[in-house]
């Protein structure tokens, strides 16, 4: 019970969230938002400072419900590469941009931890089940990790939502 209650209360927060994403006037309000849910899960979650690469993307993990949604795949002397399999309300939209968007509270929560993220590729190109992220302690040269948002034109306002 517990575990669905968790489940469809992530589901609903991320169908606002993706609301929001997918409006660009409203990016402010995104940001905001994610911002506050990062700062109240770093709080909750009592996320502190990485010493080190891998502890990066330990405490990144840290911040979801559950680390087997979230698996590292690799971790390198100095970037952490790991998987968001949660179901996102973008799949396969072709909006990358919202997605960034929304990724903001990741960004921040490993901000807070002393990194750098990065979406690699989205759930929201079409034919993928999750996204790839990379992360990288505060001050690395990130130039070498085109995040997904980069490779994808911005649509033009109001044409096709």
């Known amino acids: 019970m517990r ?5 469809t209360g992530m589901q609903a927060m ?11 006037a409203m990016s402010g309000a995104t940001r905001v938002v994610t911002r506050c849910l990062a700062v109240l ?13 891998e502890e990066l993307g330990r405490l990144w993990q840290r911040s979801f419900p559950a680390t087997k949604q979230v698996p590292i795949e690799a971790v390198t002397a100095d970037t952490v590469y790991a998987r968001i399999h949660t179901p996102c309300p973008l799949r396969g939209s072709g909006d990358v941009h919202a997605c960034h968007r929304m990724m ?7 901000g807070h931890a002393g990194g750098q993220f990065v979406v690699l590729a989205s759930q929201a190109e079409p034919g993928r089940t999750h996204c790839r992220v990379a ?19 911005e649509p033009v306002a109001g044409a096709s939502e």
Do not use: C, N, W
């Open 3 to 7: 575990k669905q209650l968790i489940r």
């Open 135 to 153: 992360m990288r302690l505060y001050g690395a040269d990130m130039a070498d990790l085109v995040p997904a948002h980069a490779r994808f034109p």
């Open 14 to 24: 991320l169908g606002m969230l993706a609301f929001l994403a997918r409006r660009p």
């Open 104 to 110: 903001e509270f990741d960004r921040a929560v490993v």
């Open 41 to 53: 899960t770093v709080k909750a979650k009592s996320i502190g400072r990485a010493r080190d690469t």
